[in-house]
């Protein structure tokens, strides 16, 4: 039979929060292991790194520009031919997603033959003043908060911690029993499917977590393990202006400003703290693979959808072109050996959110069709010589919208509303101190003529094939785009 293929999904995780990252305080046992047991991948990137545009490569293979997704914009209809669910459906896999999807209609099956549904807080379905009844938060059928209000009180609802879905900057521990805390959901509600499951044929469970995105708000033990440590000050780099006027660090969902000091700790210790519960939740799904006798016969995939700023240059939450944003964690686990690969090795080549579907197929042996954009990591593996040599990546943001190109060695970006350039070279400078832009002028304009050829018949006219226009306006959705828009 083939092998069973579990995808563990978390959201607004950074790459460099793990230990095997040698990060100097977080924790991660079982990440770390999944590593040991696999390749990590340490050139990962989100070429869209917010939530709806990243996760849409990841289900369908294809790059933003064929999926039309840009730009962060909710309510657009999810109709693609092909999915990576639904190519396993098709070749005989039991398939299955549990928590996050973050898709449109939200119980879009998106190829799944089952979804057990938690998408954490999102603004357009719980606006009881502007939804229809059909679209409200109440008949979409989230299955956590059914299930939470049963066990601790009709009462019970995800705005009762007093936290924002994306406030980056404060934070407190959970107020219920652990037990009740969505990620621990995740991991029973995924538990429950191994006893449930077809035992005839092979499964694909897509296992997605809504932390560490916010609200940060792990359980007591965790956090405890990082309030009281002496924790790493974000880097701000030269290019950075540290004045914040109008005092917008004091915004819990900010994007940019100066944070007071205890406040930004405590929601750095939350952060921290929520990815080690997910790192141990991890380790009880494994254990319980063992359990069913499933875990040395199933490939395991670990990776974040985009990542979290976290302070990095004065900036919060995520979209922006920089590492603590679009750098992900990519870990391929195969702890049967299963694939036979060089256990516990890291790749350093540039990889995407998009490769993702065409290297579990690969893994399945089943045909990639051909909208997809993505190449399988498992060529790299055995040493391919011909993969992609950078990534294109770039987000709708008003006047931050940007464009970014990396090889993993160096990073270009324009801000294409303001024509600001940057360059850094990522090998001496992992953490963008120093923008090399005013300095190393050629190299500079080969990333410029790179981008320009990326560009080149965009219909936003960022570009006549010759050079980039400043103060085009940007889209959030392509018109060429590859899916049906709600009406």
Not at 68 to 73: E, K
Not at 193 to 200: E, I, M, Q, S
Not at 267 to 286: C, E, N, S, V
Not at 358 to 368: E, F, K, Q, S, Y
Request: a negative charge.
């Amino acid at each position: 039979m083939k092998p069973n293929i579990v995808l563990i999904m978390v959201d607004q995780m950074r790459a460099d929060c793990m230990s095997i990252e040698d990060h100097p305080v977080v924790d991660t046992p079982n990440i770390d292991q999944l590593a040991r047991q696999g390749i990590r991948f340490s050139n990962a990137y989100a070429a869209t790194p917010t939530c709806v545009p990243a996760r849409a490569s990841i289900m369908t293979g294809m790059s933003q520009t064929k999926t039309g997704r840009v730009g962060y914009q909710e309510k657009v209809e999810w109709n693609y031919e092909h999915t990576l669910a639904g190519e396993l459906v098709k070749s005989g896999y039991h398939t299955q997603a549990i928590g996050k999807m973050h898709v449109y209609p939200a119980r879009n099956l998106c190829g799944f033959h089952n979804v057990v549904l938690h998408d954490g807080y999102l603004h357009y379905n719980r606006k009881k003043h502007e939804n229809l009844e059909l679209e409200s938060f109440n008949l979409t059928g989230d299955d956590y908060l059914p299930w939470l209000k049963s066990k601790a009180g009709s009462s019970s609802d995800l705005i009762d911690i007093g936290l924002d879905c994306n406030a980056s900057t404060v934070a407190r521990p959970w107020h219920l029993p652990e037990s009740l805390h969505p990620t621990n959901w995740v991991v029973s509600e995924s538990i429950d499917f191994l006893r449930r499951r077809d035992p005839g044929k092979p499964f694909f469970l897509k296992m997605s977590f809504v932390r560490p995105h916010p609200p940060f708000d792990p359980p007591q033990a965790f956090y405890d393990m990082y309030k009281d440590l002496d924790l790493p000050v974000p880097p701000v780099g030269d290019w950075v202006s540290r004045e914040d006027i109008d005092r917008e660090g004091l915004n819990p969902v900010t994007l940019k400003g100066n944070v007071p000091d205890q406040r930004f700790k405590r929601a750095q210790a939350a952060y921290y703290a929520l990815i080690t519960q997910i790192d141990y939740q991890i380790g009880r799904f494994k254990n319980a693979m063992e359990e069913y006798g499933v875990l040395d016969n199933t490939v395991i995939m670990f990776v974040s959808d985009h990542g979290e700023l976290l302070g990095d240059h004065c900036y919060f939450r995520k979209a922006l072109p920089y590492q603590g944003s679009v750098r992900v964690p990519f870990i391929l686990s195969d702890p049967g050996d299963l694939l036979q690969l060089h256990q516990n090795e890291k790749i350093n080549n540039p990889v995407e959110l998009r490769d993702i579907m065409p290297t579990l197929l690969d893994i399945a042996n089943v045909p990639v069709p051909d909208t997809v954009d993505g190449q399988s990591v498992l060529s790299l593996c055995k040493g391919n010589n011909k993969w992609r040599k950078y990534i294109h990546g770039e987000h709708a943001y008003g006047k931050l919208s940007h464009h970014y190109l990396t090889d993993g060695k160096e990073k270009y970006i324009w801000y294409s509303q303001t024509g600001e350039e940057q360059l850094f070279n990522l090998q001496n400078d992992s953490k963008e101190l120093e923008n090399l832009s005013s300095k190393e002028k050629n190299r500079l304009t080969y990333w410029r003529h790179i981008l320009i050829k990326e560009l080149t018949g965009r219909e936003e006219g960022y570009t006549d094939g010759e050079q980039l226009f400043i103060g085009k306006e940007p889209k959030n959705i392509l018109n060429n785009h590859n899916f049906s828009s709600s009406k």
